[in-house]
């Protein structure tokens, strides 16, 4: 019986995996097809590339998300940082349970419920949707992630590192950008990229708190798809498939980069 579990194994996670991304890497192929018809190969070809980045719609959508991914997933490793400080460095304070359970929940929640209650909120203080909307709950959702990468990071931090700064005259404040912040630098970048490619990523939660002016490049696929599938959403997709391909696997080497606490 082990046996046979052990030779089942390795084909139901190929099984797992080829469904997975099977249909991912169909996509990529088509995005190279010449013709203009999606379900008729007509030879290998760049045109649909070409056509992509002609196309001012997609290019302008592109720039709005790359400009939203950049601030969100600035503000979410800041704020991802200071989380985690708070949370490894002062112990019991009143009020930690809530605050645990407040930083990690978009974990948890729906995408779905998140968009809802900022679009409730933005409206209820009469905010105008747009681009610092999406930029917030890009912030408000990545932040999460930020804050357990770092966290990770920080329980193994030698403290006495800091102690040893501190008492040579630093204040807490330097001693955290000279000591604290080099030797977790690779951490703080993953969780960039991290955020980063994330919020690329989002659609559900930029479809509910965007705006005029605010149409990210998943938002403007969709509402094209809608209306069919063409080879140039074909290439659309394979380039965002890429940017969070590339987001992903740095954030994942940075992310087993390991600094001797000596260093």
Request: hydrophobic content about 60%; aromatic content about 10%; some cysteine.
């Amino acid at each position: 019986m082990k046996g046979l579990r052990r030779a089942a194994s390795p084909l139901i996670l190929g099984l797992g995996l080829f469904f997975l991304y099977a249909p991912i890497v169909l996509l990529v192929l088509w995005s190279f097809n010449d013709s203009r018809l999606v379900t008729v190969w007509g030879g290998f070809s760049l045109r649909w590339y070409a056509a992509l980045f002609s196309n001012a719609a997609l290019m302008e959508a592109a720039w709005v998300s790359i400009r939203i991914a950049l601030v969100s997933a600035a503000l979410a490793t800041i704020l991802g940082t200071m989380a985690a400080l708070t949370l490894t460095r002062h112990g019991r304070f009143a009020g930690r349970t809530a605050f645990t359970g407040m930083a990690y929940a978009p974990l948890v929640m729906p995408e779905v419920m998140i968009g809802l209650a900022l679009l409730l909120l933005f409206v209820g203080l009469g905010v105008d949707r747009g681009f610092w909307t999406v930029v917030i709950a890009h912030t408000t959702v990545t932040m999460c992630f930020a804050t357990v990468i770092i966290r990770a990071r920080l329980a193994d931090f030698d403290v006495s590192l800091e102690e040893a700064a501190m008492d040579l005259g630093a204040t807490p404040v330097r001693a955290f950008f000279l000591v604290t912040a080099p030797l977790i630098a690779p951490s703080m970048a993953a969780a960039f990229l991290l955020a980063f490619t994330m919020s690329m990523d989002d659609l559900v939660i930029a479809s509910f708190v965007s705006g005029p002016g605010a149409t990210t490049l998943p938002m403007r696929i969709y509402s094209q798809v809608r209306l069919g599938v063409t080879p140039e959403i074909n290439a659309a997709s394979s380039v965002l498939i890429a940017l969070v391909v590339v987001g992903l696997g740095c954030a994942f080497l940075l992310m087993r980069r390991r600094k001797p606490a000596s260093a």
